[in-house]
């Protein structure tokens, strides 16, 4: 016959195993093993027992306390990961993430970028200046009088302190010049501001791309060279480049740029899209002046340099209507560049 003991022990098991959840598991172990449980009285009969039959019922009361505890256990552990798989099954991997907005760069952004990669692949570096300039840097330095209309305060923004913001970024051949002796071969890229009537094709703010290059012996065939591998590159190889004989205060011969290519207009027309020349020697001049040495000797160096509209080019390009689009932050138009 059976031990009382190994009967409590096979019924534990059976309710253990039969528990469908953690409540009921709970309520077992509590019958069994709770304080006052059926297991755990035992403890207080073996007081009564006899010395032979002590070690012997001892022995058993261990053994079914812990098979007991390590079913209770096992079981927990079942229930867990039954609840787990139970969860995961719940969710649908089939649905639909929540979508994150995905960002795009502006289409002024886009083209500047592609212009550079072009003038970085022929060596030009990048060079960088203020927006709010001196009036010596935006005029009289690039050999631009005072009674240049350019300098009228109709044409210009300008500060209470006399500084203003620069008209063109011709400043940062300039700022350039000063810091370093030549050889120069830089671009650029920034932004540039006139007291413009604003309209479709007018803006207050537009965007630039100046070149310098100076060295021995830069001639307008290097100049022609340049332009024309660029706007090659960036229009297709079908663009032809147009020099048409311009005046500029700080170049001199200088020239309106223009382009023809499919790739704008089907090609049916030449559009201006730069100013361009040979540095004029008085901007080297003033240069020396400022520098306090003859780094910038006219009679030993020659450059060119240019201004591409990169506004106007964009527009052209990508088919904008209406310049003050790049401004308006508006998604509808800034999507269709994404
Ligand atoms: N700075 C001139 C402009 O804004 C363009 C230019 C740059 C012309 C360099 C010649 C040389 O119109």
Known sequence: MPHPLEQLRDNALREIGDAPDEKTLEAVRVRYLGKSGSISVWGEKM??????????????????????????EQHAEKLRSQKESEALASIDVSLPGTPSERGSLHPLTQILDRAIAIFRQMGFALAD??????????????????????RNEQDTFYLPDGRLLRTHTSTVQIRTMEAAPPPIRVIAPGAAYRRDEIDATHSAQ????????????????????ALEFFFRELL?????????????????PSFETDVQSKALKGGQQWIEVAGSGMVHPGVFEEVNKARGDDA?????????????????????????????????NDLRFLRQFA
Request: hydrophobic residues 40%.
């Open 236 to 252: 297709g190889p079908d663009t032809a480049v147009r020099f048409r004989p311009h005046y500029f205060p700080f170049t001199e």
């Open 47 to 72: 007081k009564t027992l006899s010395q032979e039959e002590r070690p012997v019922v001892g022995k058993l009361l261990n053994e079914t306390r812990n098979a007991v505890a390590d079913a209770i």
């Open 129 to 150: 200046g203020p927006d709010i300039e001196t009036e010596w840097h935006c005029f009289d330095a690039l050999n631009t009088p005072p009674d240049h209309p350019a």
């Open 296 to 328: 910038y000797n006219p009679k030993k160096w020659t450059g060119y340099a240019f201004g591409l509209g990169m506004d106007r080019l964009a527009m052209i390009l990508f088919d904008i209507p209406d310049i003050r689009l790049f401004a308006q």
């Open 206 to 225: 537009f965007h630039q791309i100046e070149g310098l290059y100076v060295d021995e012996n830069v001639s307008i065939a290097d100049l022609k060279g």
